[in-house]
């Protein structure tokens, strides 16, 4: 009969700060923002709302909580498990008014650089999620604490003519294990076990019976090559410090993403309102034709068929007005979701109004480019963070270069033994003359003292060497990840490339939107010069009801133009801005702010 009861115990002492449920309401901004039934919005307001509620940057505020949780992995000696690299761009507009032939529609504005999607994803990542390299196995730098008690009974029947007058040898076994190892940045390894047993038995082979025996253990391994070394030992911490700094330039780079759409979201809502207020005076002056037409009728000075072209064209440019103010509530709905985390009660059917008005263009500024350039290369967060990237990779190569090495270990071990127990009277007799040592007569207590004592101590040391003949997957790790470093390297330059161009298109947007502008506002001008000279001419029978309408919709839609190219400006140095890596102070934001998600500086 065999009974045997085993309890191993492995205690890890930690703690960890459990993560509160996401925050799904709005900041207390908005609601000192509602007056009488809209949303009074500057620029100002409507950046600071997006930084505090704008869901995007609350998911890149979990991003740097990740690479925390990262460190401390690495701190221990575990492997890195990564964090996310991409950033989302905020939504396309809804649109600009546009004429098409004499139709009022909606369609976007052209493009002023290819960042302004329909919140695409932007992977950050030089090459995509490429695994680090593998290397010698980094030792557990958390002290490891383990233990193992067992109680063991056992019943053997017995066929031995030796043990003749015995029918069964019957033992009763309990062992008490603790042990803790810690391992180092050198690559050693250092373990202290502590052993105890405590057995009875019924033989008469024992001399002591029961008896207890212990030992305590140092062992010390030390490589020398393979996995040698500080530098190889602490590459996922360095690493993970790296991405700590990575996490905070890829949030850095999400404000920038949601600062810039808001801008952008901001100014075509502007524009669409100004749009309305053109369309308002449209109606206004189409019903003031309609009313000199008609008086000059009854006079006999035009014809009837005028009063009914009169009265068709204002109720087109009612159509065309309705269709400004859907534009309008359409552009506010996209910005109001922007900014905010969810559409409570309090929110619903409430309309954005800009407090921020159109106004020309600042006077022409020919910044060089290569100045433009060098602060791009200096202060844009996705080109830092991806030279992080490529550092990582060059840390990840050193540990892949130690696997090349041969594994050569020292090993060192000192153990104090003790034994102490009862004389055993089966055991008396067996063989003439023996009798039990006194000294090691006694209980627990004398088999640990003679531990302390050192009384019977064993030593230890040596070498262990493992020489892989071929090492080819180690071989063809090195090279790979050599190769991985190499195309980082082309990656970063031609995302450095990129900039000079972002920046140079950007910089031929401004020009051009500028001189759009002065365009816009010249055809205006003359638009107006042209409508009441047309206007005098009809008051004296020399023009026609159909020509002074043609007039007025060409002065429609030369003010709408010139709207839309003073938004198209603003928009045009909004990407520059952000092309040189300037958004952030140009509009004063900051991002410790940000991190937090309390703007106070708005």
């Known amino acids: ?35 009488e039934g809209r949303l009074r919005l500057s620029l100002d307001d ?26 401390l992995r690495a701190q221990a000696g575990g492997s890195l498990r990564g964090i996310p690299l991409s950033v989302r761009e905020g939504p396309s507009s809804v649109g600009v008014p546009v004429l098409n032939g004499t139709n009022l529609g909606g369609g976007d504005a052209p493009s002023l650089n290819r960042l302004e999607g329909a919140g695409a994803q932007i992977d950050l990542s030089l090459f995509g999620s490429l695994p680090l390299s593998t290397g010698p196995e980094v030792p557990n730098f ?4 383990s233990g193992t008690l067992t109680w063991n009974h056992q019943s053997d029947p017995q066929n031995s003519t030796f043990l003749a007058p015995l029918r069964s040898l019957n033992t009763k076994t309990a062992t008490g294990d603790i042990g803790i190892a810690q391992g180092f940045a050198t690559g050693a390894t250092v373990s202290l076990n502590f052993q105890n047993l405590h057995q009875s038995s019924n033989t008469p082979l024992l001399s002591y019976s ?40 890829v949030f850095r780079q999400q404000v920038i993403s949601t600062v810039y759409a808001v801008v952008r979201l901001y100014w075509d809502l502007v524009s669409l309102t100004e749009d309305v207020r053109v369309r308002e005076e449209a109606v206004s002056s189409a019903e003031q034709l309609l009313k000199d037409t008609e008086e000059s009728a009854s006079t006999g000075v035009l014809a009837a068929v005028d009063v009914t072209r009169a009265r068709a064209e204002i109720a087109r440019r009612r159509r065309d007005l309705l269709v400004a103010q859907s534009l309008v509530r359409q552009q506010s709905e996209v910005l109001k979701d922007y900014v905010t985390r969810s559409e409570d009660s309090a929110l619903r059917g409430v309309l954005i109004q800009p407090s921020e008005t159109l106004h020309a263009p600042d006077t022409k500024i020919d910044e060089p480019l290569n100045s433009l350039v060098e602060q791009a290369l200096r202060e844009r967060p996705d080109l830092a963070q991806a030279r992080i990237q490529l550092s990582n990779s060059e840390i990840s190569l050193k540990g892949s270069r130690s696997a ?3 594994t050569v270990n020292v090993i060192a071990s000192v153990t104090n033994n003790g034994l102490a127990g009862d004389p055993s009277a089966a055991g008396s007799g067996i063989l003439p003359g023996s009798t039990a040592n006194p000294y090691l007569t006694g209980g627990y207590g004398d088999a640990l003292s003679q531990i302390f ?25 090195v090279s790979r990840d050599e190769l991985q470093v190499r195309q980082q390297e082309i990656r970063l330059a031609q995302l450095e490339k990129q900039v000079r161009l972002e920046i140079r298109n950007a910089q031929i947007a401004v020009e051009e939107a500028r001189a759009s502008f002065e365009s816009a ?11 009441d000279a047309e206007k005098e001419k009809l008051g004296v029978g020399a023009s026609t009801t159909y020509l002074v309408i043609q007039y007025q919709r060409d002065l429609m839609q030369a003010r709408s133009s010139e709207a839309t190219a003073q938004v198209s400006y603003w928009k045009a140095r909004a990407a520059l801005d952000r092309a040189v890596g300037s958004i952030l102070s140009e509009h004063g934001v900051d991002v410790d702010q940000a991190v937090l998600g309390v703007v106070t500086s708005h």
């Open 1 to 35: 009969m065999k009974l045997r009861i085993v309890l191993a115990l492995s205690v890890s002492i930690s703690g960890w700060a459990q993560v509160a449920p996401p925050r799904t309401y709005n900041t207390d901004r908005i609601n000192h923002l509602i007056t």
């Open 404 to 406: 090349l090495l041969p």
């Open 210 to 249: 029961p008896y207890s025996t212990s030992s305590l253990g140092l062992t010390f391994i030390q490589p020398l090559l393979r996995g040698a070394g500080q530098t190889v030992n602490k590459r996922y911490i360095h690493i993970a410090r790296n991405n700590q700094r990575v996490s905070d330039l």
């Open 142 to 145: 958390d002290p490891s604490l």
């Open 46 to 71: 409507a950046i600071a709302l997006a930084l505090e509620n704008n869901l995007d940057v609350e998911l890149e505020r979990y991003t740097r909580r990740l690479a925390a949780t990262d460190l």
């Open 521 to 531: 506002r010249q055809e205006r001008i003359f638009q107006e010069q042209t409508l």
């Open 453 to 477: 004592r050192r009384n019977f101590p064993d030593y230890s040391a040596g070498v262990q060497v493992n020489i892989p003949i071929r090492n080819r997957a180690a071989r063809a790790d």
